[in-house]
């Protein structure tokens, strides 16, 4: 027993008189030798003093506990200024990395985070923009729809209820973003919103969730210059001074006119052979396998902001315009990672995360 500890004390106090080879065991033991008459007195007897010794010991503890608090609160008050002993928490996942990144860099050029919900309304992930039921544009975006009886997240706009939110979906893309935010506020916009999104895909390439980040900028006079400026600038920031980027022209329902946007291989530095293939070789050069010897990467879909899409809510087509892109997150965390196969990122094996210190 540590002598001048009452917490101990009382501890022992209460082995001596209530532990298994304490006195009030020891007494009970002996009941057996009684006359069977004298048992019940004997024994009631017993509870009572047990009952009478348990009381007293816990009313003993509370005080010793009281007391050493006491002591410790009068005595020299805890050193803050000791060096903390820090948690080793491991790297950051990539996508995690790439989506704070992706967003920094937009953020440095005055673009707002904005974000919605997964669980979407057919109106805002399709209708609104300018995708109608039937739309052959929705099979390449099949999704799970929740049957579950409840309405979709329903929002209030400045001028009371939202429209109505229809079938209850997964989001497909983060571009009902676009629509929610400019449900909400009246131009100019300037967002970016990262999140995650769902599709009726999986195989090696396709993942059921992945990521997307959604840029939306809504002024007077923004031209597809404006959008040009701004993809490379992003480029250049996120992969390197050298990297440049491609536009080619594609089809959305939300934008008139669309694009796609290449950037050009980190792998290779575009030029489409494999790294280490010595242009003076007599023999063919190896094709960079990233890129499949093209030296371009597609990254976004991006264009102009079609007048149908303003019209659902309720901008004015003839005064503003502007300029939406989606970018795939997971496919920027692995062209600046070079990480070769998607599935990875979603894995959570140890051995791959280890890579990224
Ligand atoms: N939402 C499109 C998709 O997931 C990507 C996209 C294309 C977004 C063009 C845009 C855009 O904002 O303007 O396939």
């Not at 995690?96 to 979407?120: H, L, N, Q, Y």
């Not at 992930?125 to 729809?145: K, S, W």
């Not at 995650?196 to 997307?212: G, L």
């Not at 491609?246 to 792998?267: H, L």
């Amino acid at each position: 027993m540590a002598a001048g500890d009452p917490i101990a004390e009382v501890d022992s106090v209460r082995v001596r008189f209530l532990g298994k080879k304490g006195e009030v065991s020891r007494l009970l033991k002996q009941m057996g030798k009684l006359p069977p008459d004298e048992r019940p007195k004997v024994g009631q007897a017993a509870n009572t003093v047990r009952d009478a010794i348990e009381t007293a010991v816990r009313q003993a503890l509370d005080n010793a506990r009281d007391e050493a608090l006491r002591r410790e609160l009068a005595g020299p008050p805890i050193d803050v200024t000791l060096p903390g002993r820090p948690l080793d928490v491991g790297p950051r996942h990539p996508v995690s990395r790439t989506w704070d990144e992706v967003v920094d860099v937009f953020r440095k050029m005055g673009f707002e985070a904005a974000s919605g919900p997964e669980i979407e309304g057919d109106f805002y992930n399709f209708e609104a923009l300018n995708i109608p039921p039937e739309h052959p544009a929705r099979d390449m975006q099949d999704t799970f729809y929740l049957n579950s009886g409840r309405p979709a997240p329903a929002m209030t706009t400045e001028g009371g209820e939202g429209p109505d939110p229809g079938d209850v979906l997964l989001r497909t893309h983060t571009s009902p973003v676009q629509v929610r935010a400019m449900l909400r506020q009246a131009p100019p916009v300037r967002i970016i919103c990262p999140g995650k999104v769902y599709r009726r895909d999986s195989d090696p390439t396709h993942t059921p969730m992945f990521h997307q980040i959604e840029g939306l900028w809504v002024d007077r006079n923004v031209t597809m210059a404006d959008l040009k400026g701004t993809l490379q600038l992003f480029a250049k920031a996120f992969f390197g001074t050298k990297a440049q980027v491609r536009f080619r022209p594609s089809y959305f329902q939300f934008t008139e006119p669309s694009a796609e946007v290449d950037v050009s291989c980190s792998i290779c530095g575009g030029s489409g052979t494999a790294a280490g293939a010595s242009a003076r070789s007599t023999v063919e050069p190896e094709s960079c396998k990233t890129c499949s010897g093209t030296g371009w990467l597609e990254i976004l879909g991006a264009g102009m902001v079609d007048p149908a899409v303003f019209e659902a809510v309720n901008y004015d087509p003839e005064i503003w315009s502007g300029f939406a892109f989606g970018m795939g997150i997971d496919r920027v965390a692995m062209l600046k990672y070079q990480i070769d196969d998607l599935r990875m990122l979603f894995e959570n094996d140890a051995r791959f995360l280890e890579q990224f210190p």
